[in-house]
């Protein structure tokens, strides 16, 4: 059974930085694209940030270009999100998806906060 669980969301103030993590099992990891969408309320989901399997290659939202950072670690079967210099319009829930061909897996979400 696939698996994405998310962690690291939580309330920051702007300017602020969090870190988020995707936990991935029940597949083989390092074989799929792996990427960090969000939804903040009444507004589409959107791709935020994405690594490629093999090569590594990166592609971010124009929005967040310069502040955030995703990697990954085949080993721990993980994808992460660095966030800095967070802005209230970065509130949303983020959400981690693996994709490979035709199959694209979600995790439930975590919340990030941006607020004074």
């Known amino acids: 059974e696939v698996q994405l669980v998310e962690s690291g969301g939580g309330l920051v103030q702007p300017g602020g930085s969090l870190r988020l993590s995707c936990v991935a099992s029940g597949f083989t990891f390092s074989n799929y694209a792996m990427n960090w969408y969000r939804q903040a309320p009444g507004k589409e989901r959107e791709l935020v940030a994405g690594i490629d399997p093999a090569s590594g290659r990166t592609n971010y939202a124009d929005s967040v270009k310069g502040r955030f950072t995703i990697s990954r670690d085949n080993v721990k079967n993980t994808v992460y999100l660095q966030m800095n210099s967070l802005r209230p319009e970065d509130t949303a829930v983020y959400l981690c998806?693996?994709?490979?061909?035709?199959?694209?897996?979600w995790g439930q979400g975590t919340q990030v906060t941006v607020s004074s």
């Open positions: 998806n693996a994709k490979r061909l035709w199959v694209s897996s």
